[in-house]
């Protein structure tokens, strides 16, 4: 895809002359030679995520680039300083496949669609759940908060094929290898089962070390772990952001949900969630070697109630923010044991919403499958970080039986939402479309809560309309949805015995 238009300018990243020098020397660049960059990502309005070699950075362009672009960035000096200059590649296109080796367990992980299925509206869907997520921020009745995500400022990390295969192999390793791809996907749910927890501790014990919270603060961090927290963080969402169609939709394909799947059709990896994850725990295990720790981990403080793994066909379950576990005195062994331990949870909890995804085998090849996919997207409010778990679901509405080449079955889709923070509590969501028109669920499960949001259904029905929909049909209830995998069988219709 070519960017010819864009005006080469200087590339205008969120850091310091110091750590501009950092990159390009990572980079081994010198004044006047260039580099090739290609567009991972608008993370939000005038800020690009490119992809350089084997790291990322976050720059300010004029205008928005459209991802898989390729550019050039030419180093050039300014007196003393030295500045990247951004111009367009002509004819440029996205870097051809990286041909990262997959394990068989990512082979399984492959059949995964590579984002939000191109079936479903996504851009009029994430409309309606914007809406729904701007009222919950709305109600939140918090501060204003900003705009931008935070993190990532720059990362020069290794993100090479290593780190990739190690990322893909970790369940299998040590074993010989399964049979099958499935049955590589059996196992390596068994072992992220026992290990899987919310991202929600995580986030919460990276934000306490890179705020100093923590003894073992920003400054006292080697620096290939700071710059791993950096992006971790980075791959959080503003409430607001969540509410645009764009936003939603960026997150989502950057959850790490679809990266094997990303990977089967040839396509370089961009960054996402699970790649950076895979970063930190390198980062992590080396800064363990310096410090003398040898073997595995110990397990980090588990509560007793931790966050249930996430099973196929069950209802979304979003995590309120939780607080860091990381003690004001915690040594650097202390902090570097608990944070690889919370990366690795949280590595295996991706695994589990991947499988989750993964259709039944008697259904691959069926045009008429049904199709789930589960994402978790991480949520910041003020200084904290909820989980918004997603599902998309194209569903078979039995009245279509009937349906010829001729009269196509409608498309249906539902996409369910589940988030949890403070005032509101629990709030769940299921948006119905179904050949233009939208039916819209919402449930609260603290008390008063449903009565608040009943109050503001005029504002949220304006919001919705104003997504060119149909709004069939608008309830909110108190308490939770019923579990689908609860309800009773249908009943079948009777039959007749012709043979007696």
């Known amino acids: 895809m070519s960017v010819e238009g864009i005006t080469p300018v200087a590339a205008t990243p969120a850091i310091d002359s110091a750590q501009i020098r950092a990159l390009i020397d990572a980079l081994g660049l010198k004044p006047g030679q260039s580099v090739e960059a290609r567009v991972a990502a608008m993370i939000s309005d005038g800020i690009a995520r490119l992809v350089i070699g084997d790291g990322t950075l976050d720059v300010r362009t004029p205008q928005a680039l459209p991802v898989g672009a390729t550019l050039t960035m030419t180093v050039e000096r300014q007196g003393q300083a030295l500045r990247l200059l951004l111009a367009a590649v002509p004819?440029?296109?996205?870097?051809p496949a990286s041909g990262l080796p997959a394990a068989p367990a990512a082979a399984a992980l492959a059949g995964l669609p590579a984002g939000i299925p191109a079936a479903l509206p996504g851009q009029a869907a994430a409309n309606v759940v914007g809406a729904l997520i701007d009222l919950v921020a709305r109600e939140s009745g918090g501060a204003r908060f900003a705009g931008l995500v935070d993190g990532a400022r720059a990362t020069v990390a290794a993100r090479g094929s290593s780190d990739m295969s190690r990322a893909l192999e970790a369940a299998s390793a040590g074993h010989a290898q399964p049979a099958t791809p499935r049955e590589a996907l059996v196992e390596a749910v068994r072992a992220a089962a026992a290990r899987q927890d919310s991202l929600s501790p995580l986030f919460a014990d990276i934000a306490a070390v890179a705020e100093g919270r923590a003894s073992a603060g920003a400054t006292t961090l080697p620096e290939p772990v700071a710059r791993a927290l950096a992006q971790v963080l980075g791959f959080r969402l503003a409430a607001e952001a969540a509410a645009t169609p764009a936003g939603l939709a960026r997150a989502v394909a950057a959850s790490g949900t679809f990266l094997e799947a990303t990977l089967a059709t040839g396509a370089a990896p961009a960054a996402d969630l699970k790649v950076a994850l895979t970063v930190l725990r390198g980062a992590l295990g080396a800064w363990m070697h310096d410090l003398g720790l040898t073997g595995q981990p110990q397990a980090a403080p588990r509560n007793p109630d931790h966050e249930r793994p996430p099973l196929r066909g069950a209802l979304p379950h979003g995590q309120p923010p939780a607080a860091a576990s990381l003690a004001a005195g915690a040594t650097p062994a202390e902090t570097a044991s608990l944070l690889i331990e919370r990366t690795e949870a949280a590595l295996a909890?991706?695994?589990?919403?991947?499988?989750?995804?993964?259709?039944?085998?008697?259904?691959?090849g069926r045009p008429d499958a049904p199709v789930?996919?589960?994402?978790?997207v991480?949520?910041?409010?003020?200084?904290e970080t909820a989980m918004m778990q997603l599902q998309i679901v194209r569903e078979r509405d039995p009245e279509d039986d009937a349906?010829?080449?001729?009269?196509?079955r409608p498309t249906d889709w539902t996409m369910r939402f589940s988030m949890e923070a403070e005032p509101l509590g629990p709030i769940h969501a299921a948006v119905r479309w179904r050949d233009g028109h939208v039916r819209v669920q919402l449930w609260a499960e603290r008390d008063g809560?449903?009565?608040?949001l009943d109050q503001a259904r005029s504002r949220l029905s304006d919001a919705l309309e104003a997504s060119a929909f149909t709004i069939d049909q608008l309830t909110i209830v108190a308490g939770r949805p019923a579990d689908p995998r609860a309800a009773p069988p249908p009943a079948r219709p009777p039959r007749l015995d012709r043979l007696t």
């Open 349 to 364: 909890r991706i695994t589990l919403l991947q499988a989750a995804s993964v259709p039944d085998a008697r259904e691959i």
């Open 403 to 408: 349906a010829t080449p001729a009269t196509p």
């Open 372 to 376: 789930l996919t589960s994402v978790e």
């Open 91 to 95: 004819g440029g296109t996205a870097p």
């Open 449 to 452: 809560i449903a009565a608040r």
């Open 378 to 383: 991480p949520i910041r409010i003020g200084n």
